[in-house]
């Protein structure tokens, strides 16, 4: 059974920090780009970053560029999202998955003082 | 970043036929194909058919997924209560490099 579970979402103060972790499994983890999108409340699915099979090939969204950094590790079939400088307008369900094939239930990032 | 194009909204009756459009460019779904996406309030997102219009398993044979030029469609059959939710069309686009979303159609079922 394909399962991908995020973890590591909680209430933090604006310019704070969070470490986002997606475990992946039931399916070949090697095959497949990673990402993470966001969701704010009532509003649309927002692209967040990819990272290759590899881990070595990245991409983000300008909003997060140079805040965010996604990782994996293809030992443990494990994405991270590492998250500094978080902003109010960071808050949002934070899902990790392929996008197009398989996603994750979500983990809730609160940023507020 | 710029994202694909869906109507807001759409109502159709029980048992009747809906078709969902999504609009992009030649950097997006022209080239990369689109993925549909369901989401019911308070849920994650499922993917109802991938970039190469396949529905996963366990997805409706109701569901059906195209795409002509620069636009994808979705057409669910005999519509059922079940299947009042947002629709959201995905695409990788080449010269973002990275995911565009549209904004989602909400669809209701009389």
């Known amino acids: 059974e394909v399962q991908v579970v995020e973890s590591g979402g909680g209430l933090v103060k604006p310019g704070g920090s969070l470490r986002l972790s997606c475990a992946a499994s039931g399916f070949t983890f090697t095959n497949y780009w990673m990402h993470w999108v966001r969701q704010a409340p009532g509003k649309g699915l927002l692209w967040v970053a990819r990272?290759?099979?590899?881990?070595?090939?990245?991409s983000y969204a300008d909003s997060v560029k140079g805040r965010f950094t996604i990782s994996r590790d293809n030992d443990k079939n494990t994405v991270y999202l590492q998250m500094n400088s978080l902003r109010v307008e960071d808050t949002a369900v934070y899902y990790c998955?392929?996008?197009?094939?398989?996603w994750g239930q979500g983990t809730m990032v609160t940023v507020s003082s | 970043q710029a994202g694909l194009t869906q109507p807001p909204s759409m109502s159709k009756g029980l048992g009747q036929t809906a078709t969902l459009t999504c609009t992009g460019n030649?950097?997006?779904?022209?080239?990369?194909?689109a993925a549909w996406l369901q989401q019911h309030q308070g849920h994650p997102p499922k993917v109802l058919s991938s970039?190469?219009?396949r529905r996963p398993s366990g997805i409706s044979e109701r569901f059906f997924a195209s795409r002509s030029g620069n636009t994808a469609s979705l057409t669910i059959t005999g519509l059922q209560p079940e299947d009042e939710a947002d629709y959201c069309c995905s695409a990788w686009d080449s010269s973002l490099n990275g995911v565009v979303f549209g904004g989602g159609t909400k669809l209701t079922v009389l």
């Open positions: 970039r190469d219009n």
């Open positions: 998955g392929t996008v197009f094939e398989m």
């Open positions: 030649s950097n997006n779904v022209g080239n990369q194909g």
């Open positions: 990272v290759d099979n590899a881990g070595s090939g990245t």
